[in-house]
């Protein structure tokens, strides 16, 4: 294992992605973060199922940072119960998986 991370990070709209974005880089909480924009989600919600388009964010992190990503990301997303789940890198180019480390807190 590599102690770095994918965080999958789902939002309705470019406002809360940017805002999201802005504070997980401004606070070094993630070293990089992808932005799909268009996802079309289709999911159970109160006993319907839905459909939305949303944006994905993909979070590249430390896994020690991960519970500080989900309170961050829920101070600021408007979803009742938003997407915030990780996925554990666990090979990768060395250098890019160094890069994660220097970039992100200690």
Known sequence: MTGKVI??????????????????????????????????????????????????????????LVKRIIAEVKKIHPYEVPEIISVEINEGNDAYLEWIEKETKR
Do not use: D, H
Request: glycine fraction near 6%; proline fraction near 2%; include cysteine.
């Open 7 to 64: 965080v999958f990070i789902t939002v309705g709209s470019k406002k809360t992605s940017l805002a999201v974005i802005k504070s997980l880089l401004g606070k070094r909480l993630a070293a990089c973060v992808n932005e799909i924009p268009e996802v079309n989600s289709q999911y159970w919600w109160k006993g319907r199922i839905e459909k939305s388009r949303e944006i994905l964010l993909l979070v590249k992190t430390k896994k020690s």
